[in-house]
């Protein structure tokens, strides 16, 4: 299995940034796609963004053009840049793994989220 830890989250003024992180540890070899879900007060949890192995990227369009996802294979990290906060994206963010089915026999992996509160 793959064990994900988020970290990063806090509370910021709309118009500030943050940068969450989430380090991955276990069956790291395994690992083909990551990502970073939120879930907000009320709401079902949703994409933010994925990056694949091969860098190929996603974003959701409520957060394109103000947040960058990346990852440090070496490190086992991926990184989430969160920029021109807004109220809207006060949330739980999550860290998310999917394996390469080819590789490994395992499910997906899913942290235990950080809190981002974004105040107006």
């Known amino acids: 299995q793959v064990q994900l830890v988020e970290s990063g989250g806090g509370l910021v003024q709309a118009g500030g940034s943050l940068r969450l992180s989430c380090a991955a540890s276990g069956d790291t070899r395994c690992i083909s796609q990551m990502g970073w879900y939120r879930q907000a007060p009320g709401k079902e949890r949703e994409l933010v963004a994925t990056i694949s192995s091969a860098a190929s990227i996603n974003y959701a369009a409520s957060v394109k053009g103000r947040f960058t996802i990346s990852r440090d294979n070496a490190k086992n990290t991926l990184y989430l840049q969160m920029n021109s906060l807004k109220p809207e994206d006060t949330a739980v963010y999550y860290c998310?793994?999917?394996?390469?089915?080819?590789?490994?026999?395992?499910?997906?992996?899913w942290g235990q989220g950080t809190h981002v509160t974004v105040s107006s």
């Open positions: 998310n793994a999917v394996p390469n089915v080819a590789v490994c026999s395992i499910r997906a992996s």
